[in-house]
């Protein structure tokens, strides 16, 4: 099983649309989650950290249920901009290095 | 500009040479992370440094590779002898481990190709 999982995708929206991607980790005690965003042949950038009682930031909620160990992004009235891989991040130790998932690809479309 | 930086952003070397990157992390932060990302993968972790300790290596790192900090402030990647399977992006991030969630900070990444 891999460390982080995630649907590669794509998800192929319309502008506007409610998109929602899901994420799952193998690793039970894991400390901290995140989900960042990386357009095409640029270094990561971070979205948004990901806390137990979920949070919202504009148009996106990040949702994590740690029983499951599952984290998931909603992203609402996509934009073209919202176009990229975003990556489901987790931090296996506080402080320590972070195991990404291999990121879903989404494209908005006009 | 006050985020990290990596220098070169491309190089383009002839296997078996040897490469030296370099990463500038944000001023105040403690620890730097190497992570090296090849094509449809998320980034994969290398080592990492808590000032100039460097913590951990990861099994990725065979011996060509070494990494250093020695001011506890900037770092560096050399890889010897290099192989066209070290080709791939190289990114170094930054984070203050201070109480909290661990925030880590990417620099914009050198991409090395082995011809």
């Known amino acids: 099983r891999k460390e982080v999982e995630q649907d590669p995708g794509p998800f192929n929206v319309p502008e506007g649309a409610t998109v929602a991607f899901n994420c799952t980790y193998s690793?039970?005690?894991?400390?901290?989650f995140f989900w960042y965003r990386q357009d095409c042949r640029k270094e990561p950038k971070l979205l948004m950290s990901?806390?137990?009682s979920g949070n919202e930031d504009g148009r996106f909620t990040a949702q994590l249920n740690r029983a499951s160990q599952y984290i998931s992004l909603l992203i609402r009235d996509s934009k073209l901009s919202d176009s990229a891989t975003y990556l489901c991040?987790?931090?296996?130790?506080?402080?320590?290095?972070?195991?990404f998932g291999a990121g879903t690809i989404l494209r908005v479309k006009s | 500009d006050t985020g990290v930086s990596q220098d070169p952003r491309h190089k383009i070397t002839k296997r078996g040479q040897n490469v030296t990157f370099r990463c500038d992390p944000i001023?105040?932060?403690?620890?730097l992370y190497w992570y090296r990302q090849t094509l449809g993968q998320g980034p994969e972790f290398l080592t990492y440094?808590?000032?100039?300790?460097?913590?951990?290596k990861s099994r990725l790192l065979s011996d060509r590779f070494s990494a250093e900090r020695p001011k506890g402030s900037f770092s560096t990647l050399e890889i010897q002898r290099t192989e066209q399977g070290d080709s791939a992006m190289y990114l170094c991030?930054?984070?203050?481990?201070?109480?909290?969630?661990?925030?880590?900070?990417f620099g914009p990444g050198t991409r090395l190709t082995v011809t």
């Open positions: 991040v987790v931090n296996w130790e506080y402080g320590n290095k972070l195991v």
């Open positions: 990901v806390y137990s």
């Open positions: 001023s105040e932060h403690n620890r």
């Open positions: 690793n039970s005690a894991s400390q901290s």
């Open positions: 440094f808590q000032n100039e300790a460097q913590l951990e």
């Open positions: 991030a930054s984070s203050l481990l201070a109480g909290g969630i661990d925030e880590q900070y």
